[in-house]
């Protein structure tokens, strides 16, 4: 069996673009099928590998199309994800913002404070995020991404508190890790359950194409 993908190497040169082993490894399969094709048909294997790149067409032309359509994938990533979750991100951090001062002004159990600081404003993150995200086109799957976005930042966070917690304890693994494990119930398991239920509705909706009223 002809090796197709150094085949291709070689006739793209020194052609690069992102991603550009995935495209050999997708086009090297369709040229493998299309050169078993030739060979059941009768076609002798040297005459059936050129016939099967005879597919590709022009090479400068399909060189093109890769990179206009990675240019595309990337784009779409901005738009349907990027975007949305930063302004996911940016209400979060304003409401919580807002909120921290608010509930250290009145009495509220430990239960309402969670509720009050954590789950509501990652709720309404969650649901912009999503929603912005179904406005200009994302899949379920994008709308999730753009919605949970917020939790990157929390992410760090979660780390550098756990290293400081080592830094201060030591090797006193039972208080670090009872540390860790509050930490990362309230700092991110909180929060990410919270950005989902409020995309969570968002979900079931058909993708609305970009542009659309």
């Known amino acids: 069996m002809p090796d197709f993908e150094k085949l291709l190497r070689q006739r793209l040169g020194s052609w690069n673009c992102h991603g550009r082993d995935d ?20 076609m002798a294997p040297d005459n059936a590998v050129p016939a099967a790149f005879e597919i590709v067409g022009d090479w400068r032309e399909l060189r093109t199309e890769i990179a206009a359509a990675r240019r595309g994938t990337m784009t779409e990533r901005a738009r349907c994800i990027l975007i949305p979750g930063a302004v996911a991100l940016l209400i979060a951090a304003l409401a919580e913002r807002l909120l921290w001062p608010m509930a250290g002004t009145v009495r509220l159990s430990d239960l309402a404070l969670v509720g009050v600081v954590l789950v509501a404003p990652n709720l309404f993150a969650g649901a912009v995020g ?6 200009a086109g994302g899949s379920r799957r994008q709308r999730i991404w753009a919605a949970e976005i917020p939790l990157l930042c929390a992410l760090p966070v979660f780390f550098v508190v756990f290293a400081g917690d080592i830094s201060k304890y030591g090797f006193a693994w039972q208080t670090v890790s009872a540390s860790a494990l509050r930490n990362l119930f309230f700092a991110v398991l909180i929060p990410a359950g919270a950005l989902f239920a409020g995309a969570l509705p968002l979900l079931a909706r058909g993708s609305k194409s970009h542009g659309e009223a």
């Open 23 to 42: 495209v050999v490894r997708e086009l090297a399969a369709h040229l493998e099928e299309r050169f078993q094709e030739l060979v059941r048909e009768g």
């Open 130 to 135: 999503a929603t912005a995200s179904l406005y």
